[in-house]
């Protein structure tokens, strides 16, 4: 996501907080309650997919299945999007939406099914990638219905984003790591983060955990210990968001995501349970956890609720960074679930939270749109995907103590794989991709970058580090 190259479309966010807000429904959530839970989770889920199409089965309001409106919304964003109502049934048993959602994901898996669809490709990065990735993981986790046998199936498709993530590895500098961006006319080449190598950590340890593979886990540990031998994971487990590697990996920029953390913890969460509770996941799951509470939920807001801190009181989010909260609510709760030593911390946050981000859902023409501040009483009228989104993870996630274990190739699993995909030079939609590039898609690209790190560093943000 692309944080630094897309922030120029924060201009495009802000200019949706003057919505007029006439507060009239709101939505009530009793956080303990799972009827509560389930028919909060159903209206805001109703809202966040009132951005994709009209109505549960009707028309995409892009014009194309599996991509949200541009602008403002890139295409990972639906990828994230996705992944949320997958989770969303697996939650509430609601199937209401599982078609259009199903379809979306079909859409987008490019020629080669790898997610590199021949539209996307050229300016990809891996994080972009991998948030369809854990879509598809997240799909067959929780045996979400498995496409046609002639589709690409949910396990392979996952796989395939694995497969390729590991031949992008780079031992030119930085001593390892995965590069954010894809291909090096992109700017954000020379920038290595831990979206992109966290992801890699996270999907490694979750094929490991679903399938037994062992090499999926050596390669979640090779991304883990490439982190934390770099500025990118401090000792004692703050996570930073990226690293310039012409500069070797010297130091680390300090701005401190949600969505970083949440990559961290749930990566940790599934190694800690593949080792069968070994202390040393043990002690990383908690120290990532430790402070994601302190960052996340400052106690200016009464230490319960999440914020994201970086830019959220000033508003300065730009359209992906909106939806970062809903990373962090998603694999908290994956973390109670799957390593329960972790449960008592977090439920009291998840409840907290959804019951302050139900409370400001009381936006927009039907009074039910989510806005940005949970720790307002009212919405603040900065709605879109991600402030719903995220709403919807918050809310959800606390059904995870009834919610069923994610499943395995060996309890009950069903989703096709193969180990093989996305390998064997099948890179057939990137291709396409590369030979389209222009010298105005290269100079455009430069073009955003700068303007983005000039809003990013002339922006006033509060910059969270570590000192
Ligand atoms: C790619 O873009 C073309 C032209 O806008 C469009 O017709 C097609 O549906 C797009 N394909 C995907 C998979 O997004
Ligand atoms: C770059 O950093 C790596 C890891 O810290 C180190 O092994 C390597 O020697 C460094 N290379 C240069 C040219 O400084
Ligand atoms: C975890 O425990 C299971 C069942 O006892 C065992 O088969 C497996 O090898 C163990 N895994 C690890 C990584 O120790
Ligand atoms: C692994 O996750 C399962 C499913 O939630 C859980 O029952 C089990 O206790 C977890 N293992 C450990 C070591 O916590
Ligand atoms: C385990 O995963 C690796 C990496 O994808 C693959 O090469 C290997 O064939 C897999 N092994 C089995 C038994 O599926």
Redesign the pocket.
Known sequence: MAFLRKAAHALLALSLVGRTVTPVAAITLDPTNSDSIKSAAKIVAKDLMGYYATGSTGAVLS?????LTYPPYYWWEAGAMFGQMVEYWYYTGDDTYNDIVSAGMQ??V?VARDFM????SKDEGNDDQLFWAFAVMSATEVGFPNPAADKPQWLALAQSVFNQLTTRWDTSLCAGGLPWQIYTWNQGYNYKNTAANGGLFQLGARLAKYTGNQTYADWANKAYDWLASSPLITADLQVYDGSNSLQNCTDADRLQWSYNYGIMIGGAAYMYNYTNGSTIWQTRLTGFLTHAESVFFPTAYGSQTMVEVACEVTQKCDVDQWSFKAYLARWMAISAQIAPFTAAKITPLLQASAKAAATQCNGGTDGTECGSRWFQDTCDGNVGVGQSMSALSVIQANLIASAKAPLSADTGGTSKGNPAAGTGGNEGSAKTGLSEITTADKAGAGIVTTLALIAVLGGGWFLVSGD
């Open positions: 014009g194309i299945p599996g991509l859409n987008q490019g669809p021949a539209n996307q």
